[in-house]
Structures are given as structure tokens and as C-alpha cells.
């Protein structure tokens, strides 16, 4: 099995920075992308930014400029830093991977989950 851990959450001020980062572990065989979603309560669950094994990047509209997602391959790791939150940056992010466990297996999506984020002052 595949286990990806987010860690990173918490309470922030508008205007400050958060980082979160998402360890994968287990049974993989090779990662492809991964990524980071969040939830807002009463909304749908939005791509924040997305990472390929290439390090090739996307980022929502409403974060770009503000955030970066990178990547660890060695470490299975992805992380996420975003300055300058707003009260509407306020969600469950969870992280996301594209995973094989093995070289005749089919790639799988696995998720972390998830770590509440809150800005607020």
C-alpha cells in the first residue's frame, strides 16, 4: 500500500505564509505527478498546483504569483509555500500522487488526509 502524510497546517494571519509538505511512502515503484487540492466548506474540491516528475508546474489562477510547488524525488516529498494568504485561502489541502507500485502495475492516484488550513487573524 501507498501512504502519502501531509504535515504543514495550522492557523495563519492574513498576509503570512504557510508550507506544507506531503511524504509518500510504502510500496512505489515510480511517482508521476503530484499535486495539491483544497476544500473549502460548502465548495468543491479545487486544484491549487500540480507538479510532474519533469518538475513541469500549473497553479490555479487564484494562487499563482503567491505560491510554488516543489519536489523532492528522492524524498517522495512534495511541498507547497504560499505567501500572502487571504480568509479565502481558508480550506482542507490535501496532497495527491500519481503512483505504480510496481513496473507492470497501472498508475493509481493516491491521496494524503488532508490538513486544515486556517487564515484568520
Known amino acids: 500500500q501507498v501512504q502519502l502524510v501531509e504535515s504543514g497546517g495550522g492557523l495563519v494571519q492574513p498576509g503570512g505564509s504557510l508550507n506544507l509538505s506531503c511524504a509518500a511512502s510504502g510500496s512505489i515503484f515510480s511517482i508521476n505527478a503530484m499535486g495539491w487540492y483544497r476544500q473549502a466548506p460548502g465548495k468543491q474540491r479545487e486544484l491549487v498546483a500540480l507538479i510532474t516528475s519533469g518538475g513541469n508546474t500549473t497553479y490555479a489562477d487564484s494562487v499563482k504569483g503567491r505560491s510554488t510547488i516543489s519536489r523532492d524525488n528522492a524524498k517522495s516529498t512534495v511541498y507547497l509555500v504560499m505567501n500572502s494568504l487571504k480568509p479565502e485561502d481558508t480550506a482542507v489541502y490535501s496532497c495527491?500522487?500519481?503512483?505504480?507500485?510496481?513496473?507492470?502495475?497501472?498508475?493509481?492516484?493516491?491521496w494524503g488526509q488532508g490538513t486544515q488550513v486556517t487564515v484568520s487573524s
Open positions: 495527491s500522487a500519481d503512483v505504480r507500485i510496481n513496473r507492470w502495475h497501472r498508475w493509481e492516484e493516491y
